[in-house]
């Protein structure tokens, strides 16, 4: 059970950091974020996860593989594997 008192109220931009999140969150925290930022009206959007060894990457990735309102996901050429972007699905 979470409370409102408990909830972290991120604001919805084009760009999500991840680092901030405890990795046992980020599935739900990416989600989240999908449905926010659609709500919103954005059709690009970046999340940030990191290099390093390619973990938080491989959770991201499953998450927009199976979720509805993104059409393509891919690596942020610039990023060098650190980020990804994501087109998501008209209204």
């Known amino acids: 059970m979470t409370h409102d008192d408990d909830a972290v109220h991120v604001p919805i931009e084009e760009a999500l950091d991840l680092h901030a999140f405890a990795p046992r969150d980020i599935p739900l925290v990416v989600e ?17 996860h990191g290099r390093g060894i390619g973990a938080q990457r491989g959770v991201v990735h499953r998450v927009l593989r199976s979720h509805p309102l993104v059409e393509e996901y891919w690596d942020a050429p610039e990023s060098r594997l650190g980020a990804t972007v994501a087109k998501l699905k008209d209204a």
């Open 32 to 48: 989240d974020y999908l449905e926010a930022a659609h709500a919103a009206g954005f059709r690009l959007i970046r999340l940030i």
